[in-house]
């Protein structure tokens, strides 16, 4: 688990005030959705320590000034396929800008460079995607790379004009790969790339 104290609270609500806008009371969301990233990094360890403080580094400036809470995520997996659980499934993190009230997100330990993602966290993400299915009515699984795709969707609400990040994680092969295994909850992906060249 990560640290979810009454100032991680407060700036989570913060947040969703922002960019999800009306008056949400608490932090916990309805999960429709299964957003897949890498953390950038080797260590699990260095993950969990930069992820368990509340507030964001100042260093990442477009997304301080987007809110002080930190990023974060409900799972990380990592290189061996070990799943942890750093919060409830249903309480809001902030790791996918327009999704965070619906997605539930899982990040795994590597950078698909030097520590490119491996066949256990394939492995286990599907297993979890799974978990998570069975669990919430999540009717879509998408990479990080792909969240742009879900601009036009009803799911997606980001209150801030121009507020977008364009992100590379994990990427289309990993994500087929994950995808080849869970076929069988015929899961949707993001809407067809058609608005990507607007
Ligand atoms: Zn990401």
Redesign the pocket.
Not at 35 to 38: S, T
């Given at each position: 688990m990560i640290r979810y104290d009454d100032e991680r609270t407060s700036l989570t609500l913060e947040y969703r005030r922002l960019h999800e806008g009306g008056d949400p009371q608490d932090v916990t969301i309805t999960p429709r959705m299964v957003?897949?990233?890498?953390t950038g990094g080797p260590s699990a360890d260095a993950a969990w320590r930069y992820f368990n403080r509340p507030t964001i580094e100042s260093g990442r400036a477009t997304l301080a000034k987007a809110g002080r809470v930190n990023v974060g995520a409900q799972f990380l997996v990592d290189r061996d396929g070990t799943i942890f659980r750093l919060m409830p499934e249903d309480w809001h993190a902030r790791?996918?800008v327009g999704l965070n009230h619906v997605a539930i997100?899982v990040?795994n330990v590597g950078d698909g460079k030097e520590h490119p993602l491996t066949a256990a966290q394939i492995e286990a993400d599907a297993r979890l995607i799974r978990y998570l299915a069975a669990t919430f009515p999540i009717t879509h699984v998408i990479g990080?790379?792909e969240a742009l795709q879900m601009r036009e969707h009803p799911y997606f609400h980001e209150e801030v004009a121009g507020y977008k990040t364009r992100?590379g994680?994990?990427g289309p092969a990993f994500m087929a790969a994950v995808r080849e295994r869970i076929a069988d909850l015929r899961l949707e992906g993001p809407p067809p790339k058609a608005d990507a060249a607007r």
């Open positions: 957003v897949l990233h890498h790791h996918c997100g990040e990080h790379n992100k994680d994990p």
